[in-house]
């Protein structure tokens, strides 16, 4: 689980959001160098954010990618986005169940982040 840690918008200020993650990055910066697995990418309102994009952009084989802001556009059939409509308790719930039926076992953490 890889968490592209962006600040929040004035709108929804300072709040945890995502599964317990990984691996942080900042955004633009590189996705490190991890195991031949299957990746799960969590962002926030990536298409209002370029550099968000060029990280997702290089996803590539098996990932998926959970867009816990106001989704956009996006254009990259090559990788699944899951799409709670922003972060709330049931959301968690829903990608949670969703990653799990996928083969994801989460190994850290107690669901939320700050």
Request: hydrophobic share 40%; charged share 20%.
């Given at each position: 689980?890889?968490t592209v840690d962006?600040?929040?918008?004035?709108?929804?200020?300072?709040?945890?959001?995502?599964?317990?993650?990984?691996?942080?990055?900042?955004?633009?910066?590189?996705?490190?160098?991890?195991p031949?697995?299957?990746?799960v990418?969590?962002?926030?309102?990536?298409?209002?954010r370029?550099?968000v994009?060029?990280?997702?952009?290089?996803?590539?084989?098996?990932?998926?990618?959970?867009?816990?802001?106001?989704?956009?556009?996006?254009?990259?059939?090559?990788?699944?986005?899951?799409?709670?409509?922003?972060?709330?308790?049931?959301?968690?719930?829903?990608?949670t169940?969703?990653?799990?039926?996928?083969?994801?076992?989460?190994?850290?953490g107690?669901?939320?982040?700050?």
């Amino acid at each position: 689980m890889v968490t592209v840690d962006t600040e929040a918008n004035i709108a929804v200020g300072d709040v945890p959001w995502g599964l317990p993650p990984d691996v942080v990055v900042r955004p633009g910066d590189p996705l490190p160098d991890l195991p031949d697995a299957p990746l799960v990418v969590q962002v926030r309102d990536a298409h209002r954010r370029p550099e968000v994009g060029r990280t997702v952009a290089e996803l590539r084989g098996a990932a998926v990618l959970v867009e816990w802001g106001w989704p956009g556009a996006y254009d990259d059939p090559g990788v699944p986005r899951l799409c709670p409509q922003g972060y709330s308790l049931p959301g968690v719930a829903a990608v949670t169940e969703v990653l799990r039926r996928a083969g994801w076992n989460p190994t850290t953490g107690s669901g939320h982040r700050r």
